[in-house]
């Protein structure tokens, strides 16, 4: 099972919008509405953003949101905050009860 | 609150065994499934395995890099999980999560709602 494709870095100044893709296949993202995003601060545990492709946990800021199209889902930052630079990871079920994770985002808050 | 803290990691020679603990409070691990997720220095995160509860039939299931080799368990009575690692290669470095499970059903979990700190595995 390949890793999903996403973006090295991407980056933005403060209060922009930023959209970070996370490309897989028809066996995975595209099959499915298993895909969550992490965010994961140097030296920190992974935290989750969104689950089940749109749903944020209690006590993630709406400024995380989160979609898909076909094979590709998609995690947009809106109001970027320097707090927001971070590591991003998007996860996805792919069948035979196994699971398969992004290569990772950086963002830079410019 | 949920808290999951490992313990277990250091460094074994290519070949040994080394066995992982998660100990999970703030919650009941009868009602989730559990698992580990490791990340080598450096790189990305990778799902190692998993332990779905009894009402789900209690069994795991692995990635295919370490199935064969892995083994994931789990003590309800003393909201414990556990990972057997046996056969370690260099590649196995890694820092292991200790996850919980969000919304299981059948074979699916919605997500990982809650990772432990981390422990430190070397393989070398």
């Known amino acids: 099972q390949s890793a999903l494709t996403q973006p090295a870095s991407v980056s933005g100044s403060p209060g922009q919008s930023i959209t970070i893709s996370c490309t897989g296949t028809?066996?995975?993202?595209?099959?499915?509405?298993?895909v969550s995003w992490y965010q994961q601060h140097p030296g920190k545990a992974p935290k989750l953003l969104i689950f089940e492709v749109t749903k944020r946990p209690s006590g993630v800021s709406s400024r995380f949101s989160g979609s898909k199209s076909g094979n590709t889902a998609s995690l947009t930052i809106s109001g970027l905050q320097p707090e927001d630079e971070a590591d991003y990871y998007c996860c996805s079920y792919a069948g035979d009860s196994t699971y398969v994770f992004g290569t990772g985002t950086l963002v830079t808050v410019l | 609150d949920v808290q999951l803290v490992e313990s277990g990691g250091g460094l074994v020679q290519p070949g040994g065994s080394l066995r992982l603990s998660c100990a999970a409070s703030?919650?009941?691990?009868?009602?989730?499934?559990m698992g580990w997720v490791r990340q080598a220095p450096g790189k990305g995160l990778e799902w190692v395995g998993r332990s779905r509860n009894e009402r789900n039939g209690g069994t795991s299931e692995y990635a295919a890099s370490v199935k064969g080799r892995f083994t994931v368990s789990r003590d309800d009575s003393t909201n414990s999980v556990y990972l057997q690692m046996t056969s370690l290669k260099t590649e196995d470095t890694a820092v292991y999560y200790c996850v919980r499970g969000g919304y299981c059903s059948g074979a699916t979990c919605s997500s990982f709602d809650n990772w432990g700190q981390g422990t430190l595995v070397t393989v070398s």
């Open positions: 703030g919650f009941g691990l009868y009602n989730h499934y």
């Open positions: 028809s066996s995975d993202v595209g099959r499915y509405i298993v």
